[in-house]
T-cell receptor, first 109, second 114 residues
Framework: GQNIDQPTEMTATEGAIVQINCTYQTSGFNGLFWYQQHAGEAPTFLSYNVLDGLEEKGRFSSFLSRSKGYSYLLLKELQMKDSASYLCAVMDSNYQLIWGAGTKLIIKP | EADIYQTPRYLVIGTGKKITLECSQTMGHDKMYWYQQDPGMELHLIHYSYGVNSTEKGDLSSESTVSRIRTEHFPLTLESARPSHTSQYLC?????????????FGPGTRLTVL
């Protein structure tokens, strides 16, 4: 079967750095997405990786290792507004997105 | 910024009622999707469409139907609502390219069936 694994919940301090990991096993691979979802709201797109390596976008970076079936999202200079769930999703060989359950990130002052 | 709209935002309805959840997008996207999401859980694909007159079932059988008569409109209908249908329903659209085909989401409809 296909599955995406992420930690259920993480806690970090305002101003710090946090890394959210995602491991995946899917039938084929056509890219990995990270989305942010605030409570009660819709997911919003953060990043897309299809090649190995690090993609940087301001305070957020995303890393991919296809050989290890592994990605992480790195958030720097954490702000209270970063408190949200972070969803990892992989596009499989049929170009369908397989979603993880998300990691709830709690930011403390 | 994505322009995708869903109505109603919240709906409380009795068992056995027929309901239609509306979804519209103004971006001219070919692909549209309906997802179901329970709190703290992953998104489950219910239906999707590649374009006008194209509809496909996703992994989750939710006893619902969809139609795609116009590019911008993708309504979801539950013929007979049940308490097990209580959930958040998210509509999304994408340009339809393969690979990095980013999906943009509407605000969602939170459905409660009593």
């Amino acid at each position: 079967g296909q599955n995406i694994d992420q930690p259920t919940e993480m806690t970090a301090t305002e101003g710090a750095i946090v890394q959210i990991n995602c491991t995946y096993q899917t039938s084929g691979f056509n890219g990995l997405f990270w989305y942010q979802q605030h409570a009660g709201e819709a997911p919003t797109f953060l990043s897309y990786n299809v090649l190995d390596g690090l993609e940087e976008k301001g305070r957020f970076s995303s890393f991919l290792s296809r050989s290890k079936g592994y990605s992480y999202l790195l958030l720097k200079e954490l702000q209270m507004k970063d408190s949200a769930s972070y969803l990892c999703a992989v596009m499989d060989s049929n170009y369908q997105l397989i979603w993880g359950a998300g990691t709830k990130l709690i930011i403390k002052p | 910024e994505a322009d995708i709209y869903q109505t109603p935002r919240y709906l409380v309805i009795g068992t056995g009622k027929k309901i239609t959840l509306e979804c519209s997008q103004t971006m001219g996207h070919d692909k549209m999707y309906w997802y179901q999401q329970d709190p703290g859980m992953e998104l489950h694909l219910i239906h999707y469409s590649y374009g006008v007159n194209s509809t496909e079932k996703g992994d989750l059988s939710s006893e619902s139907t969809v139609s795609r008569i116009r590019t911008e409109h993708f309504p979801l209908t539950l013929e007979s609502a049940r308490p097990s249908h209580t959930s958040q329903y998210l509509c999304a659209s994408s340009e339809g390219w393969d690979g990095g085909d980013t999906q943009y989401f509407g605000p969602g409809t939170r459905l409660t069936v009593l």
